[in-house]
């Protein structure tokens, strides 16, 4: 309250100065804070506050309006003048990189607001300090014009992006679940920055050319409705990848450096992923290459971190870029040097698919989107590189994780249950209490094959690293249950159903799986619309079955054909039973214990 009336104060004091004397004005302005001497004392985001702060602008606009009086009576933006002490105090923060332009407006604003705070100091302002400001706006709209077609590029090329990647969620993600929460923040950001810079027209222009995507995303904020989890996976930690190798030593990390990836995580990711090439290209054509210059960056990084080779000089490739010396040919060129450096550093198996890349790569035209295309080559040969030698690392660490790795996941979860990080409430659900009969493995046996039986949203701490495991598992159960209950339903010789049940074995479509075998007759069609359905009494069946098999290993009850699949998908249950068993049996007896 004393702050808002302090501020309304000031304000009104500034409506009234008129007639107030220049050094009354500058005592203010100086008491205030609009100085130099206080303005670097504040990190760049307290700066930027400050300036929008609304009496400091009415002091800004008090002052301009004294101290260029008689010499140019032209409307100005006052805001740009303030602009001048970030451009001043934080460079690095208001330019990308600095060129002819930056350097310019960087000089006309140092001497403008040396001349501003002199006049502050010694209350005398002359026709300088006008000549000064001209200077700095002139130079400002030279830089501002290209910089905010460049700025309004990306924000286009980003706000498509979001629009396109959150049409690729799961059909089932909630509209108030965090991801899509985060979505329609973002969208709501880039928009408010399109209104911000160009104005109401320009983003109902992007609206109207993007009327698909954008229309899509209305009905699906109405209509969404399920679950809500995370769609996007992330970079895997030390402690995934030591659980990963407990539960396979031949464990492989993919091109993304992960060990599985969602289609809806994929989709997303691809979205950005043209975004951001397509926004390249788009500051290629207008001849901003600094981005470009980040892009080798990174590939000349990868690559040392590999081969401890340094592929290329960037200083020298700025300069030559800087001068106009950089044309498509050398830039072409540059690429093919360094392609070369990769092939010889690459593990064998790579070299027919690079091969193969490059040599459609060299008929394109040279143009900013064949530079693009160029450049997304070397990173992702560069991601190769570098995922090859995470897996040669891999091969190396296995045996102290076959030996070590219960241990490690049990410290590591322990640490977890100290900080509060985690607890065991959902476990202690989870397991259940003792029944007085059973022992505590049969408890723990039953709980984890009745998690695979039916798919859940909730799993228990001990489990969190398995979930997509489970996932899977959970799909694969629901599969081989369906398929047992087909081919015991189809009155087809053994031979044709053992080939049906192989089909099945690698095609989750029943109908596409029996096509293969033979024709789709009126019985076994309606065979396969039975088993579609999950309250299918003989689904329900094999069900039930089928946990009994995993927890008793007997393969009791189902047709020969189907034998092979019940016992895949009992291995890989098992595998996670034992595994798990291994890591947090310990814990689990001591919750049953005190239950």
């Given at each position: 309250m004393i702050a808002s009336s302090a501020c309304r104060k000031i304000q009104q004091f500034w409506r009234r100065s008129g007639h107030r004397k220049t050094a009354t004005i500058t005592q203010m302005t100086i008491k205030h804070g609009l100085t130099t001497d206080y303005l670097k004392t504040l990190s760049f985001d307290d700066l930027v506050l400050f300036l929008r702060n609304n009496t400091t602008i009415s002091c800004a606009k008090v002052c301009v309006d004294r101290f260029r009086r008689g010499y140019w009576s032209q409307a100005i933006n006052v805001?740009?003048?303030?602009?001048?002490?970030?451009?001043?105090?934080?460079?690095?923060?208001?330019?990308?990189?600095?060129?002819?332009?930056?350097?310019?407006?960087?000089?006309?604003?140092?001497?403008?607001?040396?001349?501003?705070?002199?006049?502050?100091?010694?209350?005398?302002?002359?026709?300088?300090?006008?000549?000064?400001?001209?200077?700095?706006?002139?130079?400002?709209?030279?830089?501002?014009?290209?910089?905010?077609a460049k700025l309004m590029a990306r924000i286009k090329h980003g706000l498509l992006a979001l629009y396109q990647a959150r049409q690729q969620l799961p059909t089932d993600e909630p509209v108030d679940s965090q991801l899509n929460a985060e979505f329609r923040k973002q969208i709501r950001r880039l928009r408010d920055k399109v209104l911000q810079i160009k104005g109401p027209d320009e983003l109902a222009a992007f609206d109207r050319e993007n009327v698909a995507v954008v229309r899509m995303e209305t009905i699906q904020n109405v209509v969404a409705q399920g679950r809500a989890y995370t769609a996007l996976t992330d970079r895997?930690?030390?402690?995934?990848?030591?659980?990963?190798?407990?539960?396979?030593?031949?464990?492989?990390?993919?091109?993304r450096g992960t060990c599985c990836e969602s289609d809806a995580a994929q989709r997303v990711r691809e979205s950005f992923h043209k975004a951001f090439w397509d926004s390249l290209a788009t500051d290629l054509s207008m001849g901003f290459n600094v981005r470009v210059l980040r892009v080798l960056a990174e590939v000349r990084d990868g690559i040392k971190e590999v081969t401890k080779l340094d592929a290329m000089d960037l200083d020298i490739i700025k300069q030559q870029a800087d001068a106009?010396?950089?044309?498509?040919?050398?830039?072409?060129?540059?690429?093919?040097?360094?392609?070369?450096?990769?092939?010889?550093?690459?593990?064998?198996?790579?070299?027919?698919?690079?091969a193969e890349k490059w040599a459609e790569l060299q008929t394109a035209d040279q143009n900013p989107a064949s530079l693009c295309r160029d450049l997304e080559f070397l990173l992702d040969r560069v991601n190769a590189l570098r995922i090859d030698a995470a897996n040669d690392r891999l091969r190396m660490i296995t045996p102290v994780i076959r030996v070590n790795g219960v241990e490690y996941e049990r410290i590591k979860f322990q640490e977890k249950l100290d900080c509060g990080a985690l607890t065991l409430e959902r476990t202690k659900d989870w397991l259940g209490r003792p029944d007085?009969?059973?022992?505590?493995?049969?408890?723990?046996?039953?709980?984890?094959?009745?998690?695979?039986?039916?798919?859940?949203?909730v799993f228990p701490e001990t489990l969190l690293m398995d979930e997509r495991r489970i996932r899977k598992l959970n799909e694969e159960f629901a599969h081989v249950a369906r398929s047992a209950a087909l081919v015991a339903r189809m009155a087809l010789d053994n031979a044709k159903l053992a080939r049906i049940a192989s089909a099945l074995a690698s095609d989750r479509d029943m109908r596409q799986a029996v096509e293969t075998v033979t024709d789709v007759t009126r019985p076994i069609a309606i065979a396969i619309e039975q088993c579609a359905d999950s309250n299918d009494v003989v689904c329900n069946l094999m069900r039930t079955r089928l946990c009994d098999a995993i927890k008793s290993g007997?393969?009791?009850?189902?047709?020969?054909?189907?034998?092979?699949?019940?016992?895949?998908?009992?291995?890989?249950v098992n595998l996670l039973i034992a595994i798990n068993?291994?890591?947090?049996?310990?814990?689990?007896?001591?919750?049953?214990?005190e239950v």
């Open positions: 805001r740009v003048f303030l602009a001048a002490y970030m451009i001043v105090l934080h460079p690095g923060n208001v330019f990308e990189s600095v060129g002819a332009l930056e350097a310019a407006v960087i000089e006309s604003a140092r001497r403008l607001v040396e001349i501003y705070e002199n006049i502050l100091r010694s209350s005398l302002h002359t026709k300088s300090f006008s000549m000064a400001l001209l200077d700095y706006y002139r130079d400002f709209k030279a830089w501002k014009v290209p910089d905010e895997m930690t030390n402690e995934q990848l030591a659980h990963e190798l407990l539960m396979d030593p031949n464990f492989q990390l993919t091109d106009g010396l950089f044309t498509w040919a050398s830039c072409h060129e540059l690429v093919g040097s360094v392609v070369a450096l990769i092939q010889r550093a690459q593990s064998p198996r790579r070299d027919a698919e690079t007085g009969v059973s022992s505590n493995n049969d408890i723990f046996v039953r709980a984890l094959v009745g998690l695979v039986a039916e798919p859940t949203e007997a393969i009791i009850g189902f047709h020969p054909s189907a034998v092979l699949l019940v016992q895949q998908l009992a291995v890989k068993r291994r890591v947090h049996g310990p814990t689990y007896d001591r919750l049953l214990g």
